[in-house]
């Protein structure tokens, strides 16, 4: 017989804890197949915008050339004749590989860093596209256009902070060398049409390879003021604010900071254009106008790992040696 359970609950042999569903967390992961290429037309538009590049930079560094030759920096009297002038003696083209080559070599390296940087993540990215301007550089830059949406922070970081990386590994061996050709002068530059700005890696690669002598007595060769522009850009571009390379190494370190810390920027640049260069007015009002917006990610709930986080003091190094409160002054 067996014992009369009526009076009492059966207890079964071991319980079963209840489970409560656990909160759904999307993690993306990079497709298995790669991302559609730029089509045709992206790829014919990104090389004539090289070749008028080309030309515009070869024109802008036939002056610093010619400058050079005679021992002075290009003259505000001489810019609107000798910029034009190789395009009517094309022969005078040729002073200016010198400098054409290092500074598309700069951005190209900059942009083609976040190019790569999209296809490891199957982002979905343009061919670099260049802008030629008849200025004294010859160019206002590069950019590439991302045309899906960004996976998580760790791809975010690492596409932002790829471009100004490999631009800075590559302008600073050119400046470099440029300083250890560079002419002594001693009219300074009381004539020169603009001022260059120094950078501390400037003043440092001065100091280890021209140590003694005044940077007013320096003349440097169109390679390095190439290299200059370069390191010039690296600083704008990790400025941490916006949608620049540091805006977004900001966001993907701290979202809910990045609206704040791109106001202060902003406001920090309005003393910087008083005191030093007016053209950081300008990018205080861009950064007021449209630089608080960020684009969402797919994923925001990974976190950084250690690695990037060093790799992010790596950034602001960068930035610290490239800055200058007055790059230019006329």
Not at 154 to 181: E, K, M, N, S, Y
Not at 284 to 308: K, M, T
Request: hydrophobic content about 55%; overall charge positive; charged content about 10%.
């Amino acid at each position: 017989m067996t014992a009369d359970s009526g009076d009492r609950p059966i207890q079964p042999d071991s319980w079963v804890e209840p489970h409560l569903p656990e909160p759904f967390l999307p993690s993306y992961y990079p497709a298995p197949w790669p991302p559609p290429k730029p089509s045709l037309r992206s790829l014919c538009i990104a090389i004539a915008l090289l070749v008028l590049t080309t030309f515009s930079t070869l024109a802008a560094g036939a002056q610093f050339a010619a400058a050079y030759a005679i021992g002075r920096q290009p003259v505000l009297d001489d810019f609107a004749v000798s910029y034009f002038q190789p395009f009517f003696e094309p022969r005078l083209f040729l002073l200016g590989i010198p400098f054409a080559a290092t500074l598309l070599g700069i951005l190209l390296a900059h942009e083609l860093g976040h190019f790569f940087a999209c296809r490891y993540y199957r982002i979905q990215a343009s061919y670099p596209f260049f802008i030629p301007a008849p200025t004294l550089i010859g160019t206002l830059g590069a950019f590439i256009r991302i045309r899906s949406p960004i996976i998580n922070r760790r791809a975010l970081f690492d596409v932002a902070l790829a471009g100004p990386v490999v631009g800075f590994i590559v302008a600073v061996p050119a400046l470099a060398v440029a300083i250890a050709q560079s002419k002594f002068v001693f009219a300074g530059d009381g004539d020169a049409l603009v001022v260059f700005g120094r950078p501390l890696i400037e003043q440092i690669l001065e100091a280890l390879l021209r140590p003694g002598v005044p940077h007013e007595s320096l003349l440097l060769h169109p390679v390095g003021r190439a290299a200059w522009v370069g390191i010039f850009a690296t600083a704008l571009n990790l400025l941490p604010a916006g949608q620049l390379d540091g805006g977004h190494i900001l966001y993907a370190l701290a979202s809910g900071r990045h609206r704040r810390v791109t106001f202060a920027v902003a406001i920090l640049l309005v003393p910087l254009a008083i005191y030093y260069w007016l053209g950081w007015l300008l990018w205080a009002i861009l950064l007021l106008a449209v630089g608080s917006r960020h684009p969402p990610l797919l994923d925001r709930w990974q976190p950084l790992d250690g690695r990037r986080r060093s790799w992010a003091l790596v950034a602001l190094a960068i930035f610290i040696l490239c800055f200058m409160p007055a790059p230019l002054a006329v």
